[in-house]
């Protein structure tokens, strides 16, 4: 089971911190992401970390502005956002891959959360 936290309504050019907590399974032995889903569009990639932190990557609409890290002790990801933008508005969702073939590809997760909704707005 996976749980998403920490959205919320905030002005433009603010910060919010989202975490994704894992149940069941051992978060090491997962490569973890973070998807996005506005309004009226489909799901897209956000960022996505590696089995050890050691790699990370990012969509080019907000490389610079998030952050994606892990703590396999606590066996949760988190998304710091800063910067945030209107165009930031959706339901973030957190996922889980055992293996990936292609890293923003939706078919390559395995588990996945409810979402938190994140809304920037003056």
């Known amino acids: 089971q996976i749980v998403e936290s920490g959205g919320g309504l905030v002005h433009p050019g603010g910060s919010l911190n989202l975490s994704c907590a894992v149940f069941?399974?051992?978060?090491?032995?997962?490569?973890m992401a973070w998807f996005r889903q506005a309004p009226g569009k489909e799901r897209e990639f956000v960022s996505a970390v590696g089995w050890s932190s050691g790699f990370t990557y990012y969509a080019d609409s907000v490389k610079g502005r998030f952050a994606i890290s892990r703590d396999n002790g606590k066996n949760t990801v988190y998304l710091q956002m800063n910067s945030l933008k209107p165009d930031d508005t959706a339901v973030y969702y957190c996922?889980?891959?055992?293996?990936?073939?292609?890293?923003?590809?939706?078919?390559?997760?395995?588990?996945w959360g409810q979402g938190t909704q994140v809304t920037v707005s003056s």
């Open positions: 069941g399974v051992a978060l090491e032995y997962y490569g």
């Open positions: 996922a889980a891959a055992q293996f990936w073939r292609q890293i923003s590809a939706m078919a390559d997760y395995d588990y």
